[in-house]
């Protein structure tokens, strides 16, 4: 029994191992070329460098502007997301409250258009707020938060729904009796409650929009506005196979992400987790 | 708490409701709605104006052979990730949880491609197929590595498939941990006792109960392979010559590119429709499945 069990967690560890090599080699394999020119990337990619010149890593910071590329995206990101925690709770928490033939319509038309594709939605976009409104050339940075808002809501609402649901009546209706008005009930008493359900939908969204390129690149159409997926797209068109200044930019894009990981990869993993079981 | 003022009730439900309706409607609603009118409209630039087609636009769409190619490659793309994605993803999370002492090192190592953008994956794996894998194969004699996979019409779509499982199945991993915590120990050890081996304590107990678990994970990765953008636009591009052009972006070429809303904006109509039905189909035929432990 016990010798079969040592086998079968060899063979675990084994394959798990495998995974491993498989999953972290691309991040290994950029790494190491980070700190090399055209001819050692071509000739022996695998190799070690000889060398730890961050020339090439100054050279790409420089040509992709990378703070200003940086700040642009973490502005967009966290005014998207403090708005998306703010107004879903907000929302969330009256509907449940209020279960109103209104409010209960609009929470079912939201939890739907969660199928909707984005591709059937981007056109109609761009064709309103682009050629009829001008909302893109005049408003582009708060035009895209908005929209990141709006789409946005509907998956935080549903996950917020369910935990505002598991509050207990009692503590709302005490805090009505010691005289609190309903915008200072869902203040101070809900929404502190709400915080490791807020973790989660912060998390989940801040995946989500930090990457975003599609809509972004449809929106933002000036160069100083640009974001980090778009810039390296914009990167790459220019300096095409040019890999001793494409991997230094590659990683400085991947950087951010992984640093936040490194910190915060409980709560990234638990957010996940939580916002699939609903 | 009820209001006992109507007024006062109205100015509580738009300021609860009011800011996620008004951002849902810019985003979601307008644009659903208005785009449903474009199909039936005229559009040769994007500033001329509108006028009735009927249903020109999607007279057009359907005979858009490209189109149809589109969708056919997209839909082979989705049951290739939905069964690679999950299978790696549900062998991933039981190996991960089967006894192991450092899984959550595993498991954080084996999401990390999941922090990152389709966009940026699709250039990190160019590095891969265009230089990495030839210079492999040119040192060890293999010749399927060598020759460039994204060059080639049919390996350009496997490289697609391959990054995309490579990024998800790692995210697919986690929501199959949460379920398999879940799975109650007292059933597993009844049966054990009973004499199951591991296989069938897996076939006949552990799979069933896991799937409210894959409705999700099924769900999700059926979405998500319909839409596929990113990859496919940094990875091959849709090329070579076409060749892995996925709906997505036959929708972006037309409507941007070509500058034709109409037939665009329909075909994503088209898109959705089908996407709604998989989805409904999906989600209503799996519930059936579930199982009380």
Redesign the interface.
Same mark, same amino acid.
């Given at each position: 029994m016990s010798a079969s069990r040592a086998t079968?967690?060899t063979v =675990?560890?084994i394959?798990?191992l495998a !995974?491993?090599v498989?999953?972290?080699f691309? $991040?290994v394999?950029?790494f190491l070329?980070s700190f090399k020119d055209n001819g050692q *990337?071509?000739s022996s990619?695998?190799a070690l460098p000889t060398s730890l010149d961050f020339g090439h890593f100054a050279d790409a910071i420089d040509k992709m502007n990378f703070f200003v590329t940086f700040r642009n995206t973490f502005v967009i990101t966290l005014f998207s997301v403090i708005?998306i925690v703010v107004?879903?709770a907000? @929302?969330a928490?009256?509907?449940v +409250? /209020?279960g109103s033939g $209104?409010?209960n319509s609009?929470f079912a038309?939201?939890v739907a258009?969660m199928?909707?594709?984005?591709? @059937?939605?981007?056109?109609?976009?761009?064709? *309103?707020y682009? !050629?009829k409104l001008q909302w893109i050339a005049h408003a582009p940075m708060l035009l895209l938060i =908005?929209?990141?808002?709006? $789409?946005g809501?509907?998956l935080s609402?549903f996950i917020y729904h369910g935990f505002v649901k598991s509050i207990p009546l009692e503590l #709302? #209706?005490a805090a009505?009796i010691d005289g609190a008005t +309903?915008?200072q009930t $869902?203040f101070r008493v809900v929404l502190p409650m709400l915080a490791p359900t807020s973790a989660t939908i912060a998390i989940l969204n801040v995946?989500w929009i930090?990457?975003?390129?599609?809509l972004p690149s449809?929106v933002l159409n000036e160069e100083r506005l640009f974001t980090m997926?778009i810039k390296?797209?914009v990167f /790459?068109g220019t300096y095409m196979?040019n890999?001793e200044l494409?991997?230094p930019a *590659?990683l400085l894009?991947?950087l951010p992400?992984?640093i936040g990981?490194l910190f915060g990869?409980k709560f990234?993993?638990r957010g =996940?987790?939580q916002g699939?079981?609903k | 708490m009820r209001e006992k003022n109507s007024l006062k009730r109205l100015g509580n439900q738009l300021f609860f409701t009011g800011p996620t309706l008004l951002t849902f409607a810019i985003a979601v609603l307008i644009p659903f709605v208005y785009g449903l009118y474009l199909t039936f409209m005229n559009m040769d630039t994007p500033t001329s104006p509108l006028s009735f087609a009927g249903l020109d636009n999607y007279s057009r769409a359907i005979h858009d052979a490209k189109f149809w190619d589109a969708m056919l490659l997209t839909i082979k793309f989705v049951v290739a990730t939905i069964v690679l994605v999950n299978a790696i993803g549900f062998l991933l999370a039981y190996l991960v949880t089967s006894g192991v002492k450092q899984q959550n090192f595993f498991r954080v190592v084996l999401f990390t491609p999941n922090l990152i953008g389709g966009l940026v994956l699709g250039y990190i794996w160019q590095f891969i197929f265009v230089q990495t894998l030839p210079s492999i194969g040119e040192k060890l004699n293999i010749e399927s590595l060598r020759l460039g996979w994204l060059g080639d019409e049919h390996l350009a779509f496997w490289a697609i498939v391959i990054v995309t499982v490579w990024q998800s199945a790692g995210y697919m991993m986690i929501i199959f941990i949460a379920g398999l915590i879940s799975v109650p120990k007292d059933v597993l050890e009844a049966s054990t006792i009973d004499g199951a081996n591991a296989w069938q304590r897996l076939t006949r107990m552990t799979l069933p109960l896991m799937v409210p678990s894959f409705v999700v994970t099924v769900f999700l990765t059926l979405k998500t392979a319909f839409m596929v953008y990113d990859i496919n636009f940094s990875l091959t591009g849709g090329g070579p010559y076409n060749s892995t052009e996925m709906v997505s972006m036959h929708v972006v070429q037309k409507a941007f590119t070509e500058t034709n809303y109409g037939v665009g904006q329909a075909e994503a109509i088209v898109l959705f429709v089908i996407v709604a039905v998989v989805t409904g189909i999906q989600v209503y035929s799996s519930k059936k499945m579930e199982v009380e432990a």
């Open positions: 079968g967690l =675990v560890y394959l798990l !995974a491993l498989i999953f972290a691309p $991040f394999l950029l070329n *990337i071509l990619p695998f708005f107004f879903s907000m @929302s928490h009256y509907m +409250r /209020n $209104f409010n609009l038309v939201m258009s199928i909707i594709p984005f591709q @059937s939605l981007m056109i109609p976009l761009i064709y *309103i682009g !050629a =908005v929209l990141y808002i709006g $789409f809501s509907a609402i #709302e #209706e009505y +309903r915008k $869902f995946l930090w990457n975003d390129y599609l449809l997926p390296m797209k /790459n196979n890999w494409l991997i *590659i894009t991947v992400i992984l990981y990869q990234i993993i =996940v987790m699939a079981i | -």
